[in-house]
């Protein structure tokens, strides 16, 4: 019989020995961040062509956008996303390690 070599082991750890973990991280954010942003347009009744003109993007851009496997989306189309929907772009910089260059957490709005 095989043995398991990842039973009792964490999730973490198995994509980090199948070097996976920040291809799976990335896949994971985007789709939180094209949920939350098509969730504020819904609440906002807002269409995708109204949504797209209050951009000043194409619908083709807020597509990109909006599809949780798209992950090449620039911080620009985030921030008018954002701004589109009364929001505003946060995005946090965390260092795991010791020996730190910078502080641990770094905030920067835009």
Known sequence: MMENKYLGSSFDSFLSEENISTEVEARAI??????????AMDKKQLSKIKMASLMHTSR????????????????DTLEKAVGAIGGKLSISISFSNSS????????LSL
């Not at 985007?30 to 969730?39: E, F, P, S, T």
């Not at 730190?100 to 905030?107: A, D, E, F």
């Open 30 to 39: 985007k789709r939180v961040i094209a949920y939350q942003i098509k969730d």
């Open 60 to 75: 083709a851009s807020l597509d990109r956008l909006l599809d949780p496997y798209n992950n090449g989306v620039t911080l």
């Open 100 to 107: 730190k260059l910078v502080s641990s957490s770094n905030n």
